[in-house]
């Protein structure tokens, strides 16, 4: 049978979701604990693979075992032999031809800024202390310019393997709780650092170095190199994954934190 995942996790002390040796990762803190449960070994395949420092509130993963077990026995039991820094929040099992990857139809990730002249303390991890004043109007501004059907060449990290730069945006949204400036970005695929390098150049436009039309000429050049910065890993978090309905994959409804 095959078995479905939502799982949430901090990604600080990981060195990214995928398998690695001789460093740690989610992929085998979460297959360790469900081989654990089904005894025997457990492969999985996820939704989204996160780089190092980045954390999740519903990244969805799916494995296929010759044991049955109540969904309720998944959560739970692979729960009690995962780290603190992860858990299993929905089990239950899925469609043959369920794929936590290819099934997807979008994903959704939220960077989160804290905008104070003071770093952060109780939010080191979670989100990125910004001391310079950012004009949120401005960046609302550059947002729109994002959406739709793009090459996205000069928003990828230099390593970047993807065999196509093109991606489309359907979601792209600034807003301001405070001292914090969220950004929320829904995309049916995203290519490695894309969403901090977007994140890199709003920024850079919310400060008044840069105009929005700079946008523009991104997209339209595809230079890294011409490109923003890529902000750090810790404020960004996969939030989403949006499943067609007939294969019952709930999300959570969570805050900007």
């Not at 894309?194 to 997209?219: N, S």
């Not at 989403?240 to 805050?255: A, C, L, T, W």
Request: net charge neutral; charged share 20%.
């Amino acid at each position: 049978m095959r078995c479905a995942l939502v799982i949430e996790y901090d990604g600080s002390g990981f060195n990214g979701w995928q398998h690695q040796p001789a460093a740690a990762n989610v992929q085998d803190c979460v297959e360790q604990a469900l081989s654990r449960v089904a005894d025997h070994d457990v492969k999985t395949v996820c939704a989204g693979r996160t780089d190092s420092g980045v954390h999740a509130l519903a990244q969805v993963v799916h494995f296929d075992t010759v044991v049955e077990r109540p969904a309720h026995s998944w959560r739970l039991g692979a729960n009690t032999h995962l780290p603190p820094s992860i858990s299993v929040v929905w089990a239950g099992a899925v469609a043959d031809d369920f794929n936590a990857r290819f099934s997807a139809r979008e994903r959704t990730y939220r960077y989160l800024i804290l905008n104070r002249s003071s770093r952060a303390a109780v939010e080191q991890t979670r989100a990125w202390s910004y001391p310079q004043c950012l004009d949120v109007r401005r960046m609302r501004e550059a947002a729109p310019l994002f959406l739709g059907k793009h090459d996205f060449s000069a928003f990828r990290a230099a390593g970047c393997q993807a065999r196509t730069t093109q991606r489309t945006v359907s979601q792209l949204e600034v807003d301001a709780h405070g001292d914090h400036v969220v950004i929320q970005v829904a995309a049916n695929a995203f290519l490695q650092n894309m969403v901090r390098i977007i994140t890199g150049v709003l920024v850079t436009i919310g400060t008044g170095d840069r105009e929005t039309h700079w946008v523009d000429e991104l997209l339209n050049h595809g230079d890294r190199t011409q490109g923003g910065v890529t902000v750090p890993a810790c404020g960004l978090s996969l939030v989403r994954v949006r499943y067609p309905e007939e294969y019952g994959i709930p999300m959570p409804v969570s805050s900007f934190m």
